[in-house]
């Protein structure tokens, strides 16, 4: 799960990000209304984080823009001010939630959670291709035989995406972007480095699952038995 923070606070952005990496979420921080609406157009978030009151241009403008682009990603409205008018304005222009500061860590965390859920059931439990299930509540790989082998966060991550797009090629940038981040310096080699872990961990599996290599490509999620 990756998430972006549009918070001009720097304090409190901060905190923020130190507490959604913690919680293992992924998150991009910027600090003004025009950066938020850049990043947030890269369609490579699960939810945003938005403030109303920022430099460049104010949340409520970048939502509307973002709505207007017809990008439904889930929004999260921050804001100081505790007024009726500025929460109905705000899921006025496609707000999905809306969070008053100041707010505690497990109602953030609550709410970003739950608007991460409502893009579809199966994202929280299990998803199985295959013979092999991807199970996000333990974070392993199991077979239809019991067995079961655990994954790191980056390889949960990577497999999530393979999973819940199997046959389509995901390009090396489109996995980047989406695990790592925009600003992140993570290189090719590092795609690389996991999906050979992950290969092996399959292998011990054996499992019938292939991550196919489109080269030069991307990767996809293929089944050998069909
Ligand atoms: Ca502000």
Redesign the pocket.
């Known amino acids: 799960m990756r998430i972006l923070l549009v ?3 720097e304090g409190l952005s901060n905190a923020l990000v130190e507490i959604f990496k913690k919680n293992k979420i992924g998150v991009d921080a910027v600090l003004n209304g025009t950066d938020g609406l850049k990043y947030a157009e890269s369609g490579s978030y699960d939810a945003v984080l938005l ?4 430099p460049g241009m104010d949340g409520i403008s970048v939502l509307k823009k973002l709505r207007e682009e017809k990008n439904n990603v889930p929004v999260l409205l921050l804001t ?1 001010k505790d007024e009726v008018s500025d929460k109905v304005t705000g899921l006025d222009a496609g707000a999905d939630d809306y969070l008053t500061k100041p707010f505690s860590t497990n109602e953030l965390l609550a709410r970003v959670r739950a608007l991460t859920r409502r893009k579809g059931d199966i994202k929280d439990t299990s998803i199985t291709f295959g013979d092999l299930t991807l199970s996000k509540k333990n974070c392993e790989l199991q077979t239809q035989t019991g067995k079961a082998i655990k994954l790191s966060l980056k390889e949960f991550q990577i497999l999530e995406l393979l999973f819940e797009n199997p046959h389509q090629i995901l390009t090396k940038e489109k996995l980047i972007e989406k695990i790592w981040g925009n600003d992140s310096n993570a290189e090719y080699n590092n795609v690389e480095v996991y999906l050979s872990f992950i290969r092996k961990k399959f292998e011990n599996l054996n499992a019938t699952v292939r991550i196919r290599t489109a080269r030069g490509i991307g990767y996809s999620l293929e089944d050998e038995t069909r």
């Open positions: 918070e001009d606070e403030d109303i009151m920022l100081a």
